[in-house]
């Protein structure tokens, strides 16, 4: 389903057929006209956001799709498994592998795009994260988190990587961890910059959702949900911010506006 924010009612419903029930994660290309869908099976799919049309069925990874993201320019698909310990690089729209990126010991759990500089960040189980220039497939640093990494997210400006768990914001030019957040970090597996850069968002299995002034580490806002949480996105505008939680499927969209009201009056 697609929603219109701004009045929380459907805009549009994509219907997947069959394969729905196998679905682990999706991702929508930068344009809104591609939906990816990553299966516990291995297969990635490619469908038409507005009709519903499957675009094409891909062979990616031997078991479940752990970790997908587009580029910024959509003219990548960028794929991760547990199983095989590669990133995979497919063409889009049609779907053809491009580059198949083999740098890890243990399986990867998790991968982002940088929007200014392009750079791919992937990270596995052994908790280490490698940032790769996706175009030629060269590694141009490694980031040694330590632990499982479970969630990557790059800051709008690509200064800052964020890395949990626990949750780490480094230095992307210097390479080098600023400051690792502190709090009830149990199991982040959801974390997110908003627009501006000045905050970051994690979601946790211990059912809190947390806001925190990057890279200052202070806690700006801690909420106890009912449940762990899946996903979490902000607007492209910043205004809202989007969570939802495993085990209710239940959607719940914050305004955001109140917020940096209070963060402009008091930093």
């Keep these: 389903m697609f929603w219109e924010i701004a009045t929380a009612s459907v805009r549009a419903v994509v219907e997947l057929g069959e394969e729905s029930d196998l679905i682990h994660l999706i991702a929508i290309s930068p344009d809104g006209k591609l939906l990816a869908s990553g299966h516990q099976d291995g297969i990635i799919r490619l469908w038409d956001a507005h009709s519903g049309q499957l675009r094409a069925s891909i062979n990616g990874h031997p078991k479940l799709v752990r970790c997908m993201a587009f580029s910024p320019d959509g003219e990548v698909l960028a794929t991760g498994s547990y199983d095989d310990g590669v990133v995979k690089l497919w063409r889009m729209p049609e779907g053809k592998l ?32 490698r940032l790769w220039n996706p175009k030629s497939g060269g590694k141009k640093a490694d980031l040694k988190h330590g632990k499982r990494v479970q969630s990557i997210a790059f800051s709008p400006d690509g200064k800052l990587i964020a890395i949990s768990d626990p949750p780490a914001v480094w230095d992307v030019a210097s390479r080098k961890k600023l400051t690792t957040l502190k709090g009830d970090m149990l199991w982040i597996y959801r974390m997110a910059f908003s627009p501006n850069g000045k905050l970051l968002a994690t979601g946790s299995e211990a059912n809190s959702l947390s806001l925190w002034l990057v890279p200052q580490d202070v ?36 305004d955001m506006r109140p917020l940096y009201k209070s963060l402009k009056a008091t930093h």
């Design 98 to 129: 491009a580059r198949v990126i083999d740098g890890h010991v243990r399986g990867v759990s998790a991968l982002a795009f940088d929007k200014i500089q392009g750079l791919l960040a992937t990270g596995d189980d052994n908790g280490d994260v």
């Design 219 to 254: 806690a700006w806002l801690s909420s106890d949900l009912m449940n762990p949480i899946n996903a979490l996105a902000f607007s492209n505008s910043g205004k809202y911010l989007a969570v939802a939680e495993r085990e209710t499927q239940k959607i719940t969209i914050w």
